[in-house]
Every structure is written in C-alpha cells, then in structure tokens.
C-alpha cells in the first residue's frame, strides 16, 4: 500500500511539475510584463540618479484588464521617447521602462489582440489607480434586488 501512495505522490508531483512548464500565453505575458513595468516605474521614482527624469513620465498604473490601455502605452512611449534632456533619455533604467513598455503595447496591440477581454473602459483609472466598479444596468438592477 505504500509502495503505491508512493508512487501516486511521484505522480502528482510529476504532473505538477510539467503544468509549470507549459509556454506562457499571451494574457500571462501582458500580466507579466505590466507588473515588470510598474517595478521599473516604481524603481525610477525612487532612485537618485532618475527621480528628476521621473517627473516628465505621466503617471500609470496599468490594467491589463481596462480597454484604454492600448492609448496610454501610446501615450506613454510618446512622453518616453521626447524625453526633453539627453541625461533622461540615456539613462539605462528608462531605456529598459521604454522597451518594455514597447513589448506590451505590440503584445496587447498585434500578438494578442483579440484574446485580451477588457471589463472597464475607465481611462482615469490607469492615471490615478482608483478602479472603481462599473456594473451595467442588468447587474445593477440585480444587485438592488438581492439587497
């Protein structure tokens, strides 16, 4: 009997370990690489040498999940990009922010385009970092309901 615990636990195991493998989609990738960008963002804020070159970037706080992500990546490769002193634009950590913020956009823009599913179209959230809830008429009438 244990022989077979045994090896039904090496199994499970096994199983595990080969769904850890699979390739990453494209939902994971953009999650992914938002979190990264959001890290980078923080760290320019906070480090010495970019904290001036961090107040021309306009502020985000990216969703994957809300449909005007795709302008604000525009936007923000645009500010990125016109940087207004060589100092800012040549610094390493802001050329890293600029690539992956690049990636993202054509990730979300061309490689997965129609696999993403947006659930708020809340343009101020991504500049503020409020998300508020927005349920449609239905669910607020059922939500008025249930109360």
Request: glycine residues 2%.
């Amino acid at each position: 009997m244990s022989a077979q615990r045994l090896l039904s636990f090496f199994f499970i195991l096994g199983l595990i370990w080969f769904t850890s493998c699979a390739p990453p989609t494209c939902y994971s990738r953009a999650l992914e690489l938002s979190k990264e960008i959001m890290s980078n963002l923080d760290k320019i804020h906070q480090y010495s040498r970019t904290k001036t070159c961090a107040g021309f970037l306009p502020k985000m706080f990216l969703d994957v999940h809300n449909s005007c992500i795709g302008s604000k990546l525009r936007d923000f490769l645009y500010v990125a990009e016109n940087l207004p002193t060589e100092y800012c634009r040549e610094r390493p950590r802001i050329r890293l922010l600029k690539r992956r913020v690049q990636t993202l956009y054509s990730i979300i823009t061309r490689a997965c385009y129609r696999d993403l599913v947006y659930f708020t179209d809340d343009c101020e959230a991504l500049e503020t970092g409020n998300i508020s809830p927005r349920y449609s008429e239905d669910r607020l009438e059922h939500l008025i309901e249930d109360a």
